[in-house]
């Protein structure tokens, strides 16, 4: 990084001992809210389009259920939910803010559609949205920046405090490969089939500031954290952080940022509630962490997970015990439905097992749509129907392991 005269000021008040406080905001515990990154498509084409600025200015000329607003390039778009406490209501505001967007794409004549990457979309042909923060990071990242046109979901949890958030964040570390496998949703990726079922984590782990968290446990140590990388110019704020789950001081909450964008607005609200019943369940049993060894299979359980989706094997490294993610899932769900009839979703509980012993995740839809559309527009289109919640067809094959 070029060295400034405000990168020497800042590295002289951090040698002096200055930091500004990174203050946590209280929020509800276990409240939940969603963002989702969309796809813009031509109907012709079935490749991306520019259309974000024309969108957002449409739909917002009336309130808009949510919140709405652009994205790094013109071909993407992100809607925020409110905050929740439980599934049905969330359902509800993503369906209402779903059919507001799809109004106001049928009269640009354009769709919008979910998924975790578009299959076929030359990423230099994309165009960074004109906004400073776009603008820097395209300045600092170059061709990164336009390749991150990828779509993901975040799942927001509400936290009381930051050390809370980072017990919680490290916690969760053994379920991201669930996550991941669940959402799956980006088996293709500029023209050719990956072999992943999650092929948009690739694009995020070029990103020096992605991957896991650093082990650190209590708020005020990582306010000093913070403040020495922020002093050094290495950061400007939290957005910097590309992690796999973050703190999000400002609205106080951590951020899961692992799942592709569903395709589906109902899908998106299952991931959410089974994330929030799994934090649930570990806040009913709050150990502290031991020991920077909870990540010692992260990197392989999460590569795992992202390349065979629920047929992926995941070890525990505290045992040393492997088995098929789709066992974990059914194992968690079955631990969560205590504590997922306490936050009225077991909905969602039972919606998470029927993937896993009939549907499968999106990705394998994908795969199977495409080898019976022989197009990936025709998959592009046929995803965009999925999205407006026409009538779909019958869910492919069961995971063949799946247990009875």
């Known amino acids: 990084m ?25 929020s509800n515990l276990l409240t939940v809210g969603v963002e989702l990154e969309l796809q813009l498509i031509d109907r012709r084409t079935g490749d991306l389009t520019r259309a974000a600025s024309d969108l957002i200015a449409l739909v917002l000329k009336k309130p808009f259920p949510g919140e709405v607003k652009p994205e790094i390039t013109e071909s993407m778009l992100e809607i925020s939910t409110s905050v929740h406490g439980s599934f049905k209501p969330l359902v509800a505001e993503l369906i209402a803010m779903r059919d507001t967007l799809v109004a106001g794409a049928d009269r640009l004549d354009i769709e919008v559609a979910g998924g975790g990457a578009h299959p076929f979309q030359r990423w230099y042909d ?62 293709y990726f500029q023209g050719v089939d990956t072999a992943y079922d999650c092929s948009r984590l690739n694009s995020v782990y070029a990103f020096p500031l992605s991957g896991r968290a650093p082990f650190v446990t ?110 974990e899932v059914l194992a968690t769900v079955d631990a969560c439905r205590p504590f997922a009839r306490e936050l009225e979703s077991v909905d969602a509980m039972d919606e998470i097992e029927r993937w896993v012993r009939t549907g499968g995740n999106d990705a394998r839809w994908q795969r199977e749509t495409y080898q019976r559309r022989h197009s990936m527009a025709e998959l592009l289109l046929e995803s965009a129907d999925r999205w407006r919640g026409k009538p779909a067809r019958a869910d492919v094959l069961p995971i063949a392991a799946a247990p009875s």
């Open 126 to 187: 994309r165009q960074i949205y004109d906004r400073p923060r776009f603008r820097h990071v395209a300045g600092l990242y170059g061709y990164l920046a336009k390749q991150f046109t990828v779509f993901g979901q975040h799942v927001h949890i509400g936290c009381e405090n930051g050390t809370q958030a980072l017990w919680l964040l490290h916690q969760l570390s053994s379920y991201i490969p669930q996550f991941i496998a669940l959402a799956a949703a980006s088996p």
């Open 2 to 26: 070029t060295t400034t005269p405000s990168t020497i000021t800042k590295t002289i008040n951090s040698r002096s001992g200055e930091r500004e406080p990174l203050e946590f905001t209280v």
């Open 218 to 327: 209590d708020w005020p140590a990582f306010e000093r954290f913070f403040g020495k990388l922020k002093a050094l110019g290495v950061v400007e704020s939290m957005k910097d952080f590309y992690w796999d789950v973050r703190p999000k001081p400002e609205f106080g909450t951590i951020e899961v940022r692992v799942c592709d964008t569903p395709l589906t607005v109902e899908r998106a609200a299952v991931l959410a509630a089974y994330v929030q019943a799994i934090c649930r369940m570990l806040l009913e049993r709050p150990i502290a962490p031991e020991s920077e060894e909870i990540y010692l299979t992260y990197n392989y359980n999460r590569f795992q997970a992202c390349r065979f989706g629920l047929e992926g094997q995941v070890i525990n490294s505290a045992t040393g015990a492997s088995r098929p993610l789709h066992q």
